[in-house]
């Protein structure tokens, strides 16, 4: 279904309770002392723009995360969401979960079905709202840059 | 509607005229469509609709070249809508009217062509802090190439240009000013006539972007004795693509071409090329002739309903807007010039403009969100982006009480 054939009520689909409480208190929020990545995600459309910052060990394992910046409900949400995820996790295990959370985003289940994505799934009413994607993935392509160690700021477009 | 007994009849004839807009008529989520959007792309009219169906169907063929019938008329028709746009603004002659893709491209050709062999290190380009970006990126280009100088004119913390401040700023290194007659992002209304007089006592030739000034009010370009006018089809009722440079005869013709190609030439050969004359000289190529077509049925729609009545019904408009946003608890209303058209940019409470956005989208309230293509103008009140609300004559008061119902929604969900 698209944004054009949904009714009124289902916008609180997409402001669930858990990306408006993400939104107003978004978990670590800030700069991350010692961190060993970081990645600027610009979104030129909106000129929404944060900033992630990665520790990872010599393990490959995500000890910390961060970000700063300004944006939509939706984005604020979906990074503050990001940094809960991954913290903990192995660098490949992160990417694994990028590539569910675009899946998820792009109506692509095959993708969704490979990682459980626990909380990430709040995310899901994005999908309806094809101009609004791009403010849900914004952080995650930060984390693909931020990973991959890219020198030049992750776009969405 | 409890409003209808203030209207004076010149008044209730631009109220009357929604009907006449196809596009409006529609359910958008499951409510009727409120369209707040117009300074992005203004709605067309059946008239200008049915003026480009007519002109596809029965009298498309190239302009200005075949001695058939149906060239013939093509050209009758392009050169009509010159003749239409001049009238709408006064032009003493259609020598005047260039039509372009639109006010950007208007833009850039007296950049490029007047600008460009004029300007050099020690020169200086004058624009404002208000400006949309498309007068603002062809005079930072134009002032690369030649070591020229961008010199901007500061605006108050109500949205208003600093007077003093500009006419200070118009030196002896001037070689143009370039100036917004209504800024898009905030609505105020520059007091342009007076500061092309100030200009002009100081030999500075002035060129305004009227994309937003030609849908709300009568433009005079003989009375404001601007040097240009820079107008967009689709911002008064017209098709995208479609645009006017107005210029005064002597410093048009005086100007290179813009673009090289086919019908801006009287006679090519391989050791050169003679011109064409004016308009045609800036026109190469096979131009937006539908498209203009269209356009002109715009000018002549908004000429049938009167300028002074659309300006009435917008302002009657315009001071309600103003009222009821006013009295929303949280809302910071951005631009508030004591003179300005129905343009509304607000930030309300916390909430993200994207995200009001979306949420008086879904109760069928389209405006506009984002940084208006004036990050200047968002970086001067230190906000990412508004939300924008814009009227033209097709709007009611209903619209605005939609308006107001469906930020109390928005307020509630992010409550």
């Known amino acids: ?39 600027e995600g610009i979104n030129p459309l909106c000129g929404d723009k944060l900033k992630l910052y990665l520790a990872v060990d010599a393990d490959e ?97 | 509607m409890t409003h209808a007994q203030k209207l004076t009849d010149a008044q209730s004839v631009v109220a009357a005229c929604r009907a006449d807009f196809p596009a409006l008529d529609q359910d958008v989520n499951g409510h009727r469509l409120v369209y707040l959007d117009s300074a992005a792309s203004a709605q067309q009219p059946s008239a200008v609709i049915d003026a480009i169906t007519r002109y596809e ?32 603004i006064n032009a003493a002659s259609t020598t005047e009217v260039v039509f372009t893709s639109g006010t950007t491209e208007a833009i850039n050709l007296v950049a490029q062509s007047f600008c460009r062999p004029r300007l050099g290190p020690g020169d200086k380009v004058l624009i404002t802090h208000l400006e949309h970006h498309a007068n603002i990126v062809p005079w930072q280009l134009v002032c690369e190439q030649t070591g020229a100088q961008l010199v901007v004119a500061p605006i108050n913390d109500r949205g208003e240009l600093e007077l003093d401040a500009l006419y200070t700023l118009m030196d002896d290194a001037v070689r143009l000013l370039a100036i917004s007659h209504v800024s898009n992002a905030l609505g105020t209304i520059n007091p342009v006539k007076a500061i092309i007089a100030e200009a002009h006592s100081r030999d500075i030739p002035v060129l305004v972007d009227g994309a937003q000034g030609v849908p709300h009010m009568k433009v005079d370009v003989r009375d404001l004795d601007c040097d240009f006018y820079a107008f967009s089809g689709h911002k008064m009722f017209g098709p995208t693509g479609t645009g006017v440079l107005y210029g005064k005869e002597a410093l048009l013709d005086a100007m290179p071409p813009y673009q090289g190609g086919g019908d801006m030439i009287l006679e090519v050969s391989f050791s050169g090329t003679t011109f064409n004359e004016l308009p045609y000289k800036f026109e190469a190529g096979t131009p937006n002739i539908s498209g203009v077509v269209g356009f002109g049925a715009a000018a002549k729609y908004l000429e049938d309903l009167g300028m002074q009545n659309v300006e009435a019904w917008e302002h009657e408009l315009s001071k309600y807007m103003m009222q009821q946003l006013s009295a929303i608890e949280d809302i910071r209303l951005i631009g508030t010039a004591a003179h300005k058209a129905g343009v509304q940019s ?22 506009r969100t984002g940084h208006h293509c004036a990050m200047p103008v968002m970086e001067f009140f230190g906000v990412p982006g508004t939300a924008r609300a814009s009227l033209a004559l097709y709007n009611n008061f209903d619209d605005i009480d939609r308006l107001v119902a469906a930020l109390d929604k928005a307020r509630e969900i992010f409550a």
């Open chain 1, 61 to 157: 394992t995500i000890k910390g995360a961060a970000f700063e910046g300004s944006g939509c409900a939706i984005s604020v949400a979906s990074a503050s969401l990001l940094t809960d995820t991954v913290i903990g996790l192995n660098s490949n295990d992160a990417m694994a979960i990028f590539d569910a959370v675009t899946a998820q985003l792009s109506g692509d289940a095959t993708g969704e079905r490979k990682v459980d994505l626990g909380k990430l799934r709040a995310l899901a009413g994005v999908r309806e709202y094809p101009t609004r994607v791009k403010c849900a993935t914004l952080a995650w392509h930060a984390l693909k840059s931020a990973l991959r160690q890219d020198t030049a700021p992750a776009s969405t477009e």
């Open chain 2, 346 to 367: 607000f930030l309300l409470g916390d909430i993200h403009p994207h995200d009001l956005g979306t949420i008086l989208d879904h109760q069928g309230v389209a405006i």
């Open chain 2, 57 to 88: 169907r029965h009298d498309h063929a190239n302009v200005h070249r075949g001695v058939h019938t149906l060239s013939h008329r093509a050209t009758d028709a392009y050169e009509g809508a010159r003749d239409t746009l001049r009238a709408f």
């Open chain 1, 1 to 39: 279904m698209t944004a054009g054939g949904v009714h009124n009520d289902d916008v609180r689909e997409l402001y669930r309770d858990l990306i408006l409480d993400h939104a107003r208190n978004p978990r670590h929020f800030g700069k991350l002392d010692h961190a060993t990545h970081s990645a």
